[in-house]
């Protein structure tokens, strides 16, 4: 097959989640024998080139008008300012109608190009956000399927708050023009479809992980490790609450903190002896993040909303005993108690409790270690994900 999917977060760039899965499945349907083109379009100020390849991956970032690398540093307050005045005033408006159709003849140029058999896009847009008016996504001359990796009306609704009509309008029509929508979790299916009132069968195709290459990096005592974005859905506030007690209890003990977001909001909650014990390390690479994961004790993810869990994942997969949330998506990725612990977002007390207890447990710590590792083998990796995916593919083509 010839596989054009649409990603707007491809590494080595920042990216969350929804970036490393399209990664990694491409990389693998390439390993597969298929022809992978990946295709985005991009924020203003994104880094990376234009046109490269990966592992054999085609990746062509297409830029909106506006594009300067005067907007790359997002998080700067001034950034922040400049995106809210340009919205208000309707210039981003204007610029992501002109954009989308420039786009669309990109597309489907790459379409014609490399004779694309199939299109898969995830449902999450970062553009609609800024839109002020219904701004349609290009309908493409292919068969597409749409991947939950979750909406933003969808993360809002998880946290109790109604989305903005023209937001949700516009996420919903995502849904309803897919040939067949896709999803990473069973929770993000069945949430996903009641928010939505999408009624037809969503297939479930979990986040694929690279097992095969074994970390083998030192554990360093004490050393324990969060990554992802510094937003309250993903709970780094109850984290930092958390390691308020952790510090107290475990002074040897040491935080490390990994992903993009305004640090100053988070680290407010820390005494200063809990400050003394974090470090902030922001964006990291690839190889920098699987050595962090791979050397630390304990992973901590007390989220309050995912669609799968790709962090909690990643760092079963490099052999760290992880701490996930009992919420969503996490019962679907570790079983409470084999795989790993589940701790309530909300039980700041339960989250260091388990913290202490792996940091103090070499037995538990060990055993959590080999079988966290041994589910992501069984149930993620990603040759039997992309091989789900190929299954799907192939069906979807069958009924052109």
């Given at each position: 097959?010839?596989?054009l999917?649409?990603c707007?977060e491809?590494?080595?760039?920042?990216?969350?989640?929804i970036?490393t899965?399209?990664q990694m499945?491409a990389?693998e349907?390439?390993?597969k024998?298929?022809k992978?083109?990946?295709?985005g379009?991009?924020?203003?100020?994104?880094?990376g080139?234009?046109?490269?390849?990966?592992?054999?991956v085609?990746?062509y970032?297409?830029?909106?008008?506006?594009?300067s690398?005067?907007?790359?540093?997002?998080?700067a307050?001034r950034?922040r300012a400049t995106?809210?005045?340009?919205?208000?005033?309707g210039?981003?408006?204007?610029?992501i109608?002109?954009?989308?159709?420039?786009?669309?003849?990109?597309?489907?140029?790459l379409?014609?190009?490399?004779?694309?058999d199939?299109i898969e896009?995830?449902?999450?847009?970062?553009?609609?956000?800024y839109?002020?008016?219904?701004?349609?996504?290009p309908?493409?001359?292919?068969?597409?399927?749409?991947?939950l990796?979750?909406?933003?009306?969808?993360?809002?609704?998880?946290?109790?708050i109604?989305?903005p009509?023209?937001?949700?309008?516009?996420?919903r029509?995502?849904?309803?023009t897919?040939?067949?929508?896709t999803?990473?979790?069973?929770y993000t299916?069945?949430k996903?479809?009641?928010?939505f009132g999408?009624?037809r069968?969503?297939?479930?195709v979990?986040?694929?992980?690279?097992?095969?290459?074994?970390t083998?990096?030192p554990?360093?005592a004490g050393q324990?490790?969060?990554?992802?974005?510094?937003?309250e859905k993903k709970g780094?506030?109850?984290?930092?609450?958390?390691?308020?007690?952790?510090?107290?209890?475990?002074?040897?003990a040491?935080?490390?903190?990994?992903?993009?977001g305004?640090?100053?909001?988070?680290?407010?909650?820390?005494?200063?002896?809990?400050?003394?014990?974090?470090?902030?390390?922001?964006?990291?690479?690839?190889?920098?993040l699987?050595?962090?994961?791979?050397?630390?004790?304990?992973?901590?993810?007390?989220?309050?909303?995912?669609?799968?869990?790709?962090a909690?994942?990643?760092?079963?997969?490099a052999?760290?005993?992880?701490?996930f949330?009992?919420?969503?998506?996490?019962?679907?990725?570790?079983?409470d108690?084999?795989?790993g612990?589940l701790a309530?977002?909300?039980?700041?007390?339960?989250i260091a409790?388990?913290?202490?207890?792996i940091?103090?447990?070499?037995?538990?710590r060990?055993?959590l270690?080999?079988?966290?590792?041994?589910?992501?083998?069984e149930?993620f990796?990603?040759?039997k994900?992309a091989?789900?995916n190929?299954?799907i593919?192939?069906?979807?083509?069958?009924t052109?």
């Amino acid at each position: 097959m010839n596989i054009l999917f649409l990603c707007d977060e491809y590494p080595p760039g920042r990216h969350g989640g929804i970036g490393t899965a399209v990664q990694m499945q491409a990389r693998e349907m390439v390993r597969k024998g298929h022809k992978v083109i990946v295709a985005g379009f991009y924020d203003w100020g994104y880094g990376g080139a234009d046109k490269e390849e990966d592992n054999g991956v085609l990746v062509y970032r297409f830029r909106r008008g506006l594009d300067s690398s005067w907007f790359h540093k997002k998080d700067a307050k001034r950034v922040r300012a400049t995106y809210r005045l340009l919205k208000m005033t309707g210039l981003f408006q204007r610029d992501i109608e002109r954009s989308l159709l420039k786009y669309r003849d990109f597309l489907e140029g790459l379409i014609e190009q490399y004779q694309v058999d199939l299109i898969e896009k995830p449902d999450f847009n970062e553009y609609m956000q800024y839109c002020t008016r219904v701004t349609h996504f290009p309908a493409l001359s292919r068969l597409t399927v749409v991947k939950l990796h979750g909406t933003i009306s969808y993360m809002l609704k998880e946290r109790g708050i109604e989305p903005p009509g023209l937001l949700l309008q516009m996420e919903r029509e995502v849904l309803h023009t897919a040939d067949l929508v896709t999803s990473v979790s069973e929770y993000t299916a069945r949430k996903t479809a009641g928010y939505f009132g999408y009624t037809r069968a969503i297939p479930v195709v979990y986040n694929g992980i690279e097992t095969v290459r074994k970390t083998s990096y030192p554990k360093v005592a004490g050393q324990v490790v969060f990554t992802g974005s510094l937003v309250e859905k993903k709970g780094i506030f109850q984290l930092m609450k958390a390691w308020n007690i952790v510090a107290e209890k475990e002074p040897g003990a040491r935080l490390l903190v990994l992903g993009k977001g305004h640090v100053e909001k988070v680290e407010v909650l820390l005494s200063a002896a809990a400050r003394a014990a974090v470090e902030f390390k922001g964006h990291v690479s690839r190889q920098q993040l699987m050595q962090d994961l791979a050397g630390s004790q304990v992973a901590v993810f007390p989220s309050y909303a995912e669609t799968f869990g790709m962090a909690a994942a990643e760092a079963m997969a490099a052999g760290t005993a992880t701490i996930f949330s009992t919420r969503t998506s996490g019962p679907e990725v570790i079983r409470d108690e084999i795989d790993g612990l589940l701790a309530d977002p909300d039980d700041v007390e339960s989250i260091a409790g388990k913290i202490l207890r792996i940091l103090r447990d070499e037995e538990l710590r060990t055993r959590l270690e080999l079988s966290g590792r041994q589910r992501v083998e069984e149930q993620f990796e990603i040759g039997k994900v992309a091989e789900r995916n190929s299954e799907i593919y192939q069906r979807l083509l069958g009924t052109r």
